[in-house]
């Protein structure tokens, strides 16, 4: 891996981040609080949050595995993301490699960030080759963005070559593992210590059903995300959100069980829709949701949508002609997808 330095962006090494008031007198005890001049009525609203989540932090950390000093916390995934290219990447100038297809917010902010965005096509079986991303790579590509289980695909990508990607490249790796509750597959969280280059990305809008709090969580090295909390917003996650988000975390039992029931959900309902006349082949997946390919995603998709049932239509998507992807959702609403599906003419 190249240097840090190396890696950031100019300005961003030689930031000098804002310090908020709540930053300058942390470390001793207060009960008078007339720094931040916050409106002292409208407890517990009238006052800012803290800007680094510690006490959400203690609990991530332990239910995660990680060191608090390795997690940064966002209004969502998305920022994460965001800012990745926003740290790290030089506009105009630098270039990211990417697997294709993937989630589509990777390009969209490498377009916000005038940064360039190389995709390499996955394999028929949906997989990434280590060699082949690295040959794309060159002096100017500081990030390679790999999503496992990937989306929309749903599979999980072989270990063995990211292992590569990360052990070869010289830059960074964000691994996105937005449905890695749904998977067996060990997470890149748990190898931190051995790759000081990777970034994990986790969320509780998937497994944890919390997508309306907006949190998401990056697990990278305690200097990454010191880059990371130089350049967020102070106050990126709300009070409510921590507040919930906190007592999500206290009782994580839940979300095991409703991973046990979608993926149970997940696999009756992957057997039904195969039996389908529009089925043409479902591909295999780590996720919470599937693949398919269909006689006619655009018009069956039409057809779902006058049923008032939405599913996404990939068909657009290089390598996913006639694909739809299908969330798992509660046992009516699988029924009420194939049920619609049955009568399809
Ligand atoms: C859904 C999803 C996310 C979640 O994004 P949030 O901003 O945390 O809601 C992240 N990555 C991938 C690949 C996803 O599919």
Not at 14 to 27: F, I, Q, T, V, W
Not at 51 to 61: G, Y
Not at 149 to 178: H, M, R, S, W
Not at 292 to 311: C, K, P, Q, R
Request: hydrophobic share 40%.
């Amino acid at each position: 891996m190249k240097s840090l330095e190396l890696l950031t962006r100019r300005n961003i090494w030689k930031l000098k981040p804002y310090s908020s008031a709540r930053d300058e007198y942390s470390g001793h005890e207060a009960h008078v609080f007339l720094d931040a001049n916050e409106n002292p009525y409208n407890q517990p609203y009238n006052r800012y949050p803290d800007p680094l989540q510690w006490q959400l932090k203690k609990f991530i950390a332990k239910i995660k595995q990680v060191d608090e000093r390795q997690i940064f916390l966002g209004n969502g995934s998305d920022e994460a993301i965001d800012l990745c290219y926003r740290v790290f990447t030089e506009p105009k100038m630098d270039n990211v490699v990417a697997i294709e297809p993937t989630y589509g917010m990777y390009k969209v902010c490498a377009d916000i960030n005038d940064v360039e965005y190389r995709k390499v096509l996955l394999d028929d079986n949906f997989d990434i080759s280590a060699q082949r991303i690295l040959q794309r790579t060159d002096k100017h590509t500081k990030i390679v963005w790999i999503c496992s289980p990937n989306n929309p695909t749903g599979n999980n990508l072989n270990a063995e070559e990211i292992e590569k990607v990360i052990q070869e490249f010289q830059g960074l790796v964000v691994i996105d593992e937005a449905y890695g509750e749904f998977s067996a597959q060990r997470s890149w969280r748990t190898r931190l210590k051995d790759f000081p280059n990777i970034i994990v990305l986790n969320t509780m809008s998937k497994a944890w059903g919390c997508a309306g709090l907006r949190m998401g969580m990056a697990f990278a090295s305690e200097e990454i995300i010191g880059l990371f909390n130089k350049v967020k917003y102070p106050y990126n996650l709300n009070q409510l959100t921590q507040q919930k988000a906190l007592e999500m975390m206290k009782d994580p039992f839940k979300v095991r069980e409703w991973v046990n029931i979608l993926l149970q959900e997940r696999t009756r309902l992957i057997k039904a829709f195969s039996q389908l006349p529009c089925c043409m082949k479902v591909y295999p997946t780590d996720a919470n949701f599937f693949l398919a390919v269909v006689t006619d995603a655009n018009a069956i998709y039409s057809y779902l949508i006058e049923h008032g049932v939405v599913v996404r239509n990939r068909n657009n998507v290089q390598l996913c002609n006639n694909c739809l992807r299908i969330t798992v959702g509660t046992k009516n609403e699988n029924n009420e997808l194939l049920g619609a599906l049955r009568q399809l003419k």
